[in-house]
């Protein structure tokens, strides 16, 4: 034992000194691989990675091509990767170490097979991967002018689904983005887990990180890929891998981006008389008679546009929105290094001007003007003490300062907007000579309390200060001294996160006019008064710990490859109003490859979570995976239109602890003595066997096509179980205890065409297109059925999530509304929402019992989450000119218009372009076209759940394109530059779409919200 003991002692001293250990293990001698990297034309390229085979020794290609890799690890070979070629092996000789130099040419990667692909804990090369992975560079990216990272991956990873339905400029607007990767597997809660740099993201931090400092972005897509994370990979997993440094020439870059925003749909606003006139419109259909709103003589006064100012016309939009908002970042990083020590550094700032027009008021005391600054920064550090002792350090964050007009959220105010007819005086009462206390006062009328104009400019502020910090640190061991190949590290990261706000108050009075039109005279409305500003304080903090241990086994032996790695993980998250979560997990992945065209891949996940009772808190997840790169068979050499065979077969198993609830396998008692949902001790997590089929094919070493087909299923769901007990149990039923047993499935397929070819030395095409079709369907959730005079009396099972019900119109008569009184007479129909009016929808009586309700509601389009998502991009590079572009879509999918923009009795009557066209006896006497029912001045029975208001939400969207030159290098190398790169680029610069409306976005949905903004950018990058 005590020689044992010594023994290790011994070994820990020389490994710590960084002595050769002599004796303990045979040892190559170093070499020296000098020389030039070209491409097939001779043409340098730079930005290559050399690294060897056991990974230690690597050096980054310079502008020139120019490499001298000094390799000490005892590898034999060095793999050469670079962006768009395939990767190369050199094997060292004898004539390395005499000086001379190798010029290595590196053939083009039309299929993309090149290069290595991060998997989170784990890397592999593009050419072993068994699983179904997608792609992205930081490069890629960085072609999007946005200041939310998830807007710029939205058609770029077939896969995944991203779908934003908020454009707020402001903090708020982080964190209004779903994913989806391949749709739904669960009905509760599960979104994809998203690891940065190896550390799981817990909240919105990723939302800040700039395409700048990303090297690329993967999304794990099957069980074989995400069956090590265990509990937290069920809905997939995105992994975003930032830059490193090298060894190599530090190079400096620096870049600037001016960007010009405006919103792609601008609100629906009608002028007054228009207003006066639809409103008597409705006033007519109710039974109100023909001037029941407005008077004839005060529609003619309403006529001329606001040039009497007794009869205004205000366009609420244009006074207090923007037609342009302007943004600016401007950043540098700096990246190099050399055997010892490796850096990459970035630190950008973010000027983000916000859309809301703020008046110059003399008497003010304060600046409400809405504004955001943001400084991101990123340093990564790599160190390597000896041949056996490596670490890394990384400090990353943001900082963000934000100033809000009035203490409301931008989405709140801008819905605020269309509170106030275009009929209403104002912003502020009139100078009146004599009575100051009745001048310049705000103006609201009788139906709403608060104005636009009042909070952007009397209303105080609200300054809000984030702060967001990870720090990671690790420390890595080679422990080739015990076993060739063999490793471990440690790792902890710590993130904490900071919300500061200032928030000032300020109250005002409120005017309304009176209602005669004829003068201009007001009263004031209520007991508010015009008051001094108040301030108040309030914070939020949270921090987030990870720890992570592994051990890793990396060895060839000839044909073979041995590729392994076992991990520990821990999780807590902790903060103020935030219940502490903790989960821990182990893992381990082994791939193994024989003469780099056979691969077999085997996973396990072991993972617990604090969710569950302590005797089921562990679950394990299982995953086999497998591919053939048949192409490199004999059989198939002579085959020259065959550039690629590649078959890929996987079957894993995912898990899910989020139900949207904590500890459901407790009683719920709260601080009352309340009793409330029962706790279920035998809970677990959810599991979801996850099948994958894939074949990857290329052709003239210019075509790619690759197919991926899946089925995933779940037979153990968290859910209710009210159908499976008697009522007098004595427990109320929605207290019952959840149990696992749910069932559902997800399928689909992924289907990618592309096309890359190197045509000249000068020219370079390439195409892609990708369709991707995901349809789940709930099986069995315990759905209590409706009663037997339901038309249908499942509403959940045998249909997929998201389903939408509704009332079908009856259009046998034509149009599907009541035209005349006798009309709805014979229809005899009773509605149990209301009354019908001539003009009213007709709604089929799917059970017969002659009453319109809930009970003949029919599942009608498709659901709210897209079947399919689809993306085409291409492009083309002439010397220094790059052109490229992005179309990105979704089809079948249905989404529900409601609210502001469809229903036209909200606030006072809001009318957009769908209303234009309403029933009215005298459009359906002469044939004129109809478009919508008959207006009303409130909620009418043609407004209830139907399928008229059921939109189709299919779109496609040019969601970027971007022209680019690089300046000569004798132009750049004036100014000590060795390049400078100009770019436009625009991001959503038109969508075509079938939403009835032209005025609202079929992916923001709503027209009460902030629709997408159309960026026109323009940049410089210089490289020094």
């Not at 399928?747 to 030395?761: A, D, M, N, P, S």
Request: charged fraction near 20%; aromatic fraction near 12%.
């Amino acid at each position: 034992m005590d020689m044992l003991k010594n023994k290790i002692i011994h070994l820990l001293t020389l490994l710590c000194m960084g002595f050769p250990l002599t004796g303990v293990m045979a040892q190559e001698l170093p070499f020296l691989l000098q020389g030039k990297l070209t491409d097939e034309y001779g043409k340098p390229v730079q930005g290559a990675l050399m690294m060897s085979e056991n990974g230690k020794s690597q050096y980054l290609t310079s502008i020139d091509g120019a490499y001298q890799l000094k390799v000490t690890d005892g590898s034999r070979f060095v793999t050469v990767s670079a962006a768009g070629y395939l990767n190369m092996k050199l094997e060292a000789s004898e004539e390395d170490n005499n000086g001379e130099e190798r010029e290595v040419k590196l053939a083009f990667d039309s299929h993309r097979t090149g290069g290595y692909v991060e998997l989170g804990y784990f890397t592999q090369t593009r050419e072993s991967l068994t699983g179904a992975v997608a792609t992205v560079t930081g490069e890629e990216l960085d072609r999007a002018p946005v200041n939310i990272f998830s807007q710029t991956l939205a058609g770029r990873l077939p896969g995944l689904n991203v779908s934003h339905n908020l454009s707020d400029f402001t903090f708020n607007g982080y964190g209004h983005t779903s994913y989806n990767i391949r749709g739904y597997n669960t009905v509760n809660a599960a979104s994809p887990m998203i690891i940065i740099d190896g550390i799981i993201c817990p909240n919105q931090y990723y939302e800040f990180l700039s395409p700048k400092e990303i090297e690329s972005v993967s999304v794990l897509k099957d069980g074989s890929t995400t069956a090590a994370y265990g509990l937290h990979a069920s809905g997939g997993v995105i992994v975003i891998t930032t830059k490193r440094g090298y060894i190599g020439k530090k190079k400096v870059n620096v870049y600037f981006d001016q960007s010009f925003q405006q919103m792609t749909k601008r609100p629906s606003f009608v002028s007054s008389a228009e207003y006066a006139e639809l409103r008597n419109q409705a006033g007519v259909n109710d039974g109100l008679g023909a001037f029941s709103q407005f008077s004839q003589q005060e529609i003619d006064g309403f006529r001329k546009g606001g040039a009497d100012v007794n009869y205004p016309n205000n366009d609420w939009y244009s006074l207090f929105m923007k037609d342009f908002t302007l943004r600016q970042r401007a950043g540098l990083n700096v990246a190099g290094g050399s055997e010892k020590i490796r850096f990459f550094s970035n630190v950008g700032y973010l000027h983000q001007e916000e859309p809301f027009k703020i008046a110059d008021e003399p008497d003010r005391k304060y600046d409400p003007t809405p504004v955001v600054h943001a400084v991101n920064f990123r340093s990564n550090l790599d160190l390597t003490f000896n041949d056996y002792l490596s670490a890394y350090m990384r400090l990353t964050g943001n900082l963000t300062w934000e100033r809000g007009a009035g203490g409301w959220y931008n989405r709140d105010i801008y819905s605020l907007i269309f509170s106030a007819p275009p009929t209403m005086y104002g912003p502020v009462t009139p100078d009146f000579e004599g009575h100051p206390e009745a001048s310049n006062q705000i103006v609201t009328h009788d139906a709403e309390n608060n104005s636009v104009y009042a909070i952007l400019n009397r209303s105080g502020y609200r300054q809000v200060h984030e702060t967001n910090v990870i720090a990671q640190a690790g420390v890595n061991a080679d422990l080739d001294f015990l076993l060739q190949g063999l490793s471990a590290g440690v790792s902890m990261a710590y993130q904490t996160y900071s919300q500061n706000h200032t928030y000032t108050t300020q109250n005002y009075e409120r005017w309304v006019r009176t209602n005669d039109w004829s003068e201009l005279s007001f009263t004031k409305k209520g007991s508010d008064e015009n008051t001094p500003l108040g301030y108040g304080k309030g914070s939020v903090f949270f921090y987030h710990l990870n720890l992570l241990g592994n051990i890793g086994y990396k060895r060839r032996f000839g044909d073979h490859s041995v590729d392994a790695t076992a991990y520990l993980f821990y999780q807590q998250q902790e903060g103020a109003d935030i219940l502490p979560y903790k989960r821990q997990s182990m893992g381990l992945t082994a791939l193994y490859g024989y003469r780099e065209k056979y691969f077999l891949k085997g996973d396990l996940g072991y993972s617990g979570s604090e969710q569950f009772h302590p005797d089921h808190r562990y679950t394990a997840t299982p995953a086999l995976s497998a591919a053939w790169i048949a192409s490199k068979e004999y059989f198939l050499a002579e085959v020259n239109a065959l550039s690629l065979l590649k078959l890929r077969a996987s079957y894993g198993v995912s898990a899910n602890d989020n139900f949207g609830a904590r500890f459901l396998y407790l009683d719920y008692i709260d601080a009352a003595g309340n009793e409330g949902l029962r706790g279920n001790p035998n809970i677990a997590a959810e599991k979801i066997k996850q099948q994958n089929y894939g074949i990857d094919l290329g052709l003239f070493q210019a075509f790619t096509l690759s197919l991926d087909y899946y089925i995933h299923r779940s037979d153990n769901l968290l859910v209710g179980n009210t159908t499976t007990i008697p009522v007098f149990q004595g427990i109320s039923l929605g207290n019952y205890p959840r149990m696992n047993n749910g069932k559902m499935e997800n399928k689909g397929f992924e289907l990618e065409l592309g096309y890359r070819k190197r045509l000249t030395q000068h020219w370079t095409v390439f195409a892609s297109a990708w369709l991707a079709q995901n349809k789940n369907k709930v099986i069995d959730i315990h759905e209590t059925p409706s009663a037997e005079d339901y038309a249908y009396r499942y509403h959940s099972e045998g249909y997929p999530l998201g389903q939408h019900w509704r009332l079908l119109i009856d259009k046998s008569n034509g149009n599907g509304m009541f035209n005349s009184a006798e009309e709805l007479a014979v229809r005899n129909l009773s509605y149990s929402f209301g009354t019908p009016r001539v003009g009213d929808f007709i709604y089929y009586d799917l059970n017969s019992d002659g009453t319109i309700d809930e009970k003949d509601q029919a599942p009608m389009g498709y659901s709210y989450i897209p079947q399919q998502y689809y993306a085409f991009s291409g492009g083309i590079t002439y010397k220094n000119l790059e052109l490229n572009f992005l179309f990105q879509g979704v089809n079948r999918t249905s989404f529900a218009l409601g609210g502001l923009g469809a229903n036209e009795s909200v606030y006072q009557g809001v009318f957009n372009d769908i209303h234009m066209n309403a029933w009215t006896p005298e459009r359906y006497a002469a044939g004129d076209p109809i478009d919508y029912p008959a207006l009303s001045l409130s909620s009418s029975t043609s407004h209830a759940a139907n399928n008229y208001f059921l939109t189709n939400g299919a779109y496609l969207r040019l969601k970027n394109a971007e022209i680019a030159y690089t300046l000569p290098l004798n132009i750049s190398r004036k100014i000590a530059a060795e390049k400078i790169r100009i770019s436009l680029n625009a991001q959503n610069l038109f969508t075509l779409d079938h939403v009835k409306s032209k005025y609202i976005d079929p992916e923001i949905r709503i027209m009460s919200t902030f629709q997408p903004y159309r960026t026109y950018n323009i940049g410089v990058n210089l490289l020094f």
